[in-house]
């Protein structure tokens, strides 16, 4: 059975850094991307960052993009998503997702609060 389970959410003042994990389980990880996506209170899902299985391939949403740094461990089957800089429009649960042609797995996400 594939899990993912992220961690490291919370509250956070504005200009203030966070680092989410996921951890996964029964899969082959290192042959997914990964990727983190967000939705924010009455918004669409959006996709944050991604990254190949081999992590030689990197993308992030344009909005994140200088703030964000993702980043995997494929002996640990981990992956990062380090947040600087963070400000009131990151607020959001966040979700770490693989994906693999036409299969994909979702973790249940991790709310990120940034407020003063």
């Known amino acids: 059975q594939v899990q993912l389970v992220e961690s490291g959410g919370g509250s956070v003042q504005p200009g203030g850094s966070l680092r989410l994990s996921c951890t996964a389980s029964?899969?082959?990880?290192?042959?997914?991307?990964m990727r983190w996506f967000r939705q924010k209170p009455g918004k669409e899902q959006e996709r944050v960052a991604a990254i190949s299985g081999a992590g030689d391939y990197i993308f992030y949403k344009d909005s994140v993009k200088g703030r964000f740094a993702i980043s995997r461990d494929n002996a640990k089957n981990l992956v990062h998503l380090q947040m600087n800089r963070l400000d009131a429009e990151d607020t959001a649960v966040y979700y770490c997702?693989?994906?693999?042609?036409?299969?994909?797995?979702w973790g249940q996400g991790t709310e990120v609060t940034v407020s003063s």
């Open positions: 029964g899969l082959a990880f290192d042959t997914y991307w």
């Open positions: 997702n693989a994906f693999r042609g036409t299969t994909e797995y």
